[in-house]
C-alpha cells in the first residue's frame, strides 16, 4: 500500500502545498467503461445500497487518473427519503420527485433522519474504503437546503425556480420551517459520514444563484450559518460549491467555511481582487476538455498560476465532469497539474 497522500487536506486548510492537488465533480460516475457497464446492470441508488461496488465506484477514478482526493458515489438526493421524500434519479434527466412540496402541511409531514438505520450502506462505504481501500482523503456530501428545496418543489431539475421562490417569497413560515428541517437533515447527515470517516465535506448548493444578494441575506445565509457553524465542530475542512453564484462570493467568504468552490463565471485573480481569503477551488469550464488539448494545457496554466499567488488553491472543473469527457482527457489533465504545478 502506497503511502496516504494528505497533500489536498493541507490546500483545504489553506497551507501551501508541494504541488496543486486536484479532484473533479462527478469524477465517480461518468465515462469510465467499467462503470457504464455497471450502470447497464444497477442504477445509482442500487449502486449505493452495495458498499462493496459503491467503494468499487468510488475507487475507479483515484486509480483511473490519480487525483488527490476520492468523492463518495451517491446523490445530493440520497438522504432526502429517509425524511419522506420519494424521489428517483431517472438517467438522462436527473431527480424526479412525483409529489412536490407546495404548502407548509407538506413541510410539516417531513420526518428527520437517523444515518445509522436510514442510511448504512452510506456509513459502510465510508468506512470501507477510509479504513481498507483509500491513500487519498475521502470527501462526503450533502446538498444545501437551498438546493435540495428547489428539487424538492419543482419536483426535478428547473431553470428558474419559480415555484421555490414564489414559496420563499409568499409564505415564510413554510419556508423557514423547510429550510430548518432541511438543515438539521444535512448536519445529522453530515456528521454521520465524517464519524464514519469522511476526511473533508462539500456542501453543493448548485442552483442558490438563482437569488440576488439581498434575498440570499433574508432568506438563505442564516441557514447556512447554521450549518457550517455545526459543522466545524467535526474539525474537517468545509468547502461550499455553488454554479452562476459568483455574485455571492463575499457572502460565502463570511461563512465558517475553509474552501470556495468556484465555477468558471469569475477567476481566481478576480475572486482574490475581492478581498476573498479562504481557499479556492476550481474553476475549469468543462467544456475546455472537449476542445484541442493545447486550449486546455493554456487555460489550464493560467488557473494553476492564478492559483499560486496565494495559498491556497485546489483544481477542480467549475461543475461536474460531464457524460461525453473521455476518462483519458481526465488522466492527462492530472498528470498535466500535477507537473505543472510543482513548487
Ligand atoms: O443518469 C444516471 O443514472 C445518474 C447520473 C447521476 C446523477 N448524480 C450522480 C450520477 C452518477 C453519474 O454521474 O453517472 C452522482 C453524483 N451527483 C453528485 C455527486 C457528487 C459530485 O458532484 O462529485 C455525485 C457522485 C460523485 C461522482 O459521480 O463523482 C452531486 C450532484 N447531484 C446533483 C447536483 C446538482 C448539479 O448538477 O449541480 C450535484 C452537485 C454538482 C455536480 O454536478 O457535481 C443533482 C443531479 N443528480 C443527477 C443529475 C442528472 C443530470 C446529470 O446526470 O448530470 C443531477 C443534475 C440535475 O440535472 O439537476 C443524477
Not at 428517483?88 to 431527480?95: A, D, H, N, Q
Not at 477510509?130 to 446538498?143: A, C, D, M, R, W
Not at 465555477?263 to 481582487?273: K, L, V
Not at 467549475?318 to 482527457?329: A, C, N
Request: charged share 25%; proline share 6%; net charge negative.
Amino acid at each position: 500500500m502506497t503511502k496516504f497522500n494528505d497533500t489536498i487536506l493541507k490546500a483545504f486548510r489553506g497551507e501551501e502545498t508541494d504541488y496543486t492537488p486536484v479532484w473533479y465533480m462527478r469524477q465517480a460516475g461518468r465515462s469510465q467503461k467499467e462503470y457504464r457497464e455497471l450502470k447497464e446492470k444497477y442504477s445509482l441508488f442500487e449502486i449505493t445500497h452495495q458498499p462493496e461496488l459503491c467503494a468499487y465506484v468510488t475507487r475507479l477514478p483515484v486509480e483511473m487518473y490519480d487525483v488527490d482526493a476520492a468523492v463518495l458515489y451517491k446523490d445530493i438526493m440520497s438522504p432526502l427519503p429517509a425524511i419522506g421524500v420519494d424521489v428517483e434519479i431517472k438517467s438522462g434527466v436527473g431527480p424526479v420527485i412525483d409529489k412536490p412540496i407546495t404548502s407548509l402541511r407538506d413541510v410539516e409531514k417531513l420526518g428527520s433522519i437517523d444515518p445509522e438505520s436510514d442510511v448504512p450502506y452510506v456509513l459502510d462505504t465510508i468506512r470501507l474504503l477510509t479504513q481498507e481501500q483509500l491513500n487519498v482523503p475521502l470527501i462526503g456530501f450533502s446538498g444545501a437546503p437551498f438546493t435540495l428545496a428547489s428539487y424538492m418543489i419543482e419536483g426535478g431539475p428547473s431553470k428558474n425556480y419559480h415555484k421555490t421562490k414564489a414559496l420563499m417569497y409568499s409564505d415564510h413560515k413554510a419556508w423557514f420551517t423547510l429550510m430548518d428541517k432541511l438543515a438539521d437533515m444535512t448536519i445529522t447527515y453530515v456528521e454521520a459520514q465524517v464519524k464514519a470517516g469522511a476526511q473533508a465535506i462539500q456542501i453543493f448548493d448548485s442552483w442558490v444563484g438563482a437569488l440576488n444578494v439581498a434575498d440570499y441575506r433574508t432568506f438563505i445565509k442564516p441557514v447556512m450559518n447554521r450549518i457550517f457553524s455545526a459543522l466545524r465542530d467535526y474539525n474537517v475542512p468545509l468547502i461550499i460549491f455553488g454554479v452562476g453564484a459568483s455574485h455571492l462570493i463575499n457572502e460565502w467568504n463570511d461563512l465558517p467555511v475553509d474552501v470556495i468552490g468556484l465555477d468558471w463565471r469569475m477567476s481566481i485573480a478576480e475572486a482574490r481582487q475581492l478581498d476573498v481569503t479562504k481557499a479556492l477551488q476550481g474553476n475549469l469550464d468543462p467544456a475546455f476538455l472537449m476542445s484541442d488539448w493545447e486550449v486546455v494545457e493554456e487555460k489550464t496554466k493560467q488557473i494553476i498560476d492564478e492559483g499560486k499567488a496565494h495559498p491556497s488553491h485546489i483544481f477542480n472543473l467549475g461543475h461536474g465532469v460531464t457524460p461525453e469527457i473521455s476518462p483519458e482527457r481526465l488522466k492527462k489533465l492530472t498528470a498535466f497539474i500535477h507537473e505543472y504545478s510543482k513548487r
